[in-house]
Nanobody
Framework: QLQASGGGLVQAGDSLRLSCAAS????????MGWFRQAPGMEREFVAT????????FYADSVKGRFTISRDNAKNTVYLQMNTLKPEDTAVYYC?????????????????WGQGTQVTVSS
């Protein structure tokens, strides 16, 4: 089970940190990802991190502004979002895959959190 939190309403240029807490004892074997979905749009990839945390990969639209990280001792993955833009407005979902590697394909993830709303005003 995945529980995402940390969303909110912010202004352009602000920062937010999303958290995703996982239950279970196999968190450190799962590759993790963040995806987002804006109204009327398809779900899109944001960032992914390997099980060890040693490998990360980002969508071009967030590269240099967002940072994905994880704390396996706390069963939690984070998404630090800086210099937010109105186009970052979306529901953000965390996801886990039964594979230690990264992936930017939603179909490779089997567990999904409930989503947390991020709204960035201009």
């Amino acid at each position: 089970q995945l529980q995402a939190s940390g969303g909110g309403l912010v202004q352009a240029g602000d920062s937010l940190r999303l958290s995703c807490a996982a239950s279970g004892r196999t968190f450190n074997t799962y590759g993790m990802g963040w995806f987002r979905q804006a109204p009327g749009m398809e779900r899109e990839f944001v960032a992914t991190i390997s099980a060890s945390g040693g490998t990360t990969f980002y969508a071009d639209s967030v590269k240099g502004r967002f940072t994905i990280s994880r704390d396996n001792a706390k069963n939690t993955v984070y998404l630090q979002m800086n210099t937010l833009k109105p186009e970052d407005t979306a529901v953000y979902y965390c996801a886990a895959r039964r594979n230690p590697n990264t992936s930017n394909y939603a179909s490779n993830y089997v567990y999904w959190g409930q989503g947390t709303q991020v709204t960035v005003s201009s």
